[in-house]
């Protein structure tokens, strides 16, 4: 039997909705608009198209973006001083670094220097740790994306073997880390694989929600899956380019194989990916109403 697709771009739109209506109520309530600055180093075609976008959604939902391109070449120090120009600018409510950051840039000092009460990335130390004792202010992006497509397709977290494989810190540990949480859309029993994971098809099998962030095509196949199991695919991987000459996108699992055992799949594109987005524009609303003493 085919599995249930879970429309990321649909649930997106409710996302979009929802936050679209709430900055129009901040902004009846209060007289202000929640201000996006993003700040891009270099012109990486991925970064670029990605900064694009987010800038983009800012306008669609009645936010303000403050958009910041720089050269390749431009030094750490100057990128500290705009950071700390954009941690005192009352209009600016979240600050993302686009990264990756050109070598020349130490990437901690970078996300180290933002405020963390600006920090709508949410990889500053301050609001990882924040994460970890369960207390979130900013939930990073991708994970917060993935835990809200497993609550609005219905899924069962609570008790549920989750296994997510990747343990990167943007998405493979905190994901681990919100669905592993004594609280409501968690309480799940978590388990992280890795390449020194032995007999990977041992623990993906007996998983309810299977979450691949490898960045590896094909990384998991249908025979890894436990029937009816949920399955998330964070992967990008760009593999040569579709017939309109535009980059052919796959994701970590195979997509046909996995469609014959799994009950519930995000495809590629049109999964995770849009979903991230939506949750930046979320959290840069949660700093706007932050400031204003708007805890809702
Ligand atoms: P990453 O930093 O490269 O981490 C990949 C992780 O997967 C590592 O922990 C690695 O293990 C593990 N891994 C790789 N191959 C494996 C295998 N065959 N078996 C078991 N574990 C394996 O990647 P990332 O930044 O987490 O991103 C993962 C994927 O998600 C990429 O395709 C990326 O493009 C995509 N992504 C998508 C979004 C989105 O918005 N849709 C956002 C972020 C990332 P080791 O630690 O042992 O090396």
Avoid: W
């Avoid at 429309?7 to 709430?22: F, L, P, S, Y």
């Avoid at 960045?215 to 199991?229: D, H, K, L, Q, V």
């Amino acid at each position: 039997m085919a599995a249930q697709i879970i429309d990321g771009r649909a649930i997106t739109r409710q996302v979009h909705d929802e936050i679209r209506e709430e900055a129009a109520d901040l902004a009846a309530r209060y007289g202000i608009r929640p201000g996006l600055a993003t700040v891009l180093v270099g012109e990486n075609p991925a970064s670029v198209s990605y900064v694009t976008a987010k800038n983009r959604t800012c306008k669609e939902l009645g936010m303000e973006s403050f958009h910041h391109p720089l050269p390749a070449e431009t030094s750490q120090e100057k990128l500290l001083t705009l950071i700390d120009q954009l941690n005192r600018d009352e209009r600016v409510h979240g600050i993302l670094v686009q990264l990756p950051l050109p070598q020349h840039i130490d990437e901690s000092q970078v996300l180290l220097s933002i405020d963390p009460d600006k920090d709508v990335d949410g990889f500053h130390p301050v609001n990882v740790g924040r994460l970890m004792i369960g207390e979130p202010r900013f939930p990073p992006c991708t994970p917060a994306g993935i835990q809200e497509l497993l609550l609005r397709s219905n899924t069962t977290i609570r008790g549920a073997e989750v296994v997510v494989v990747g343990r990167s810190n943007i998405v493979g540990k905190p994901i681990a880390i919100m669905l592993v949480q004594k609280a409501d859309g968690a309480d799940a029993t978590v388990t992280i694989c890795h390449t020194r994971t032995r007999h990977l098809e041992d623990h993906t099998r007996r998983a309810e929600i299977l979450i691949v962030a490898a960045g590896r095509p094909a990384a998991i196949s249908g025979s890894m899956i436990r029937p009816g199991a949920t399955v998330i695919d964070v992967g990008v991987n760009r593999v040569g380019t579709t017939d309109s000459g535009k980059a052919k996108l796959v994701g970590d699992v195979d997509f046909a194989s996995a469609c014959e055992v799994a009950g519930k799949i995000t495809p590629v594109p049109g999964g995770v990916g849009p979903m991230t987005i939506a949750m930046l524009m979320r959290n840069t609303l949660r700093a706007a109403k932050l400031k204003v003493g708007d805890r809702r």
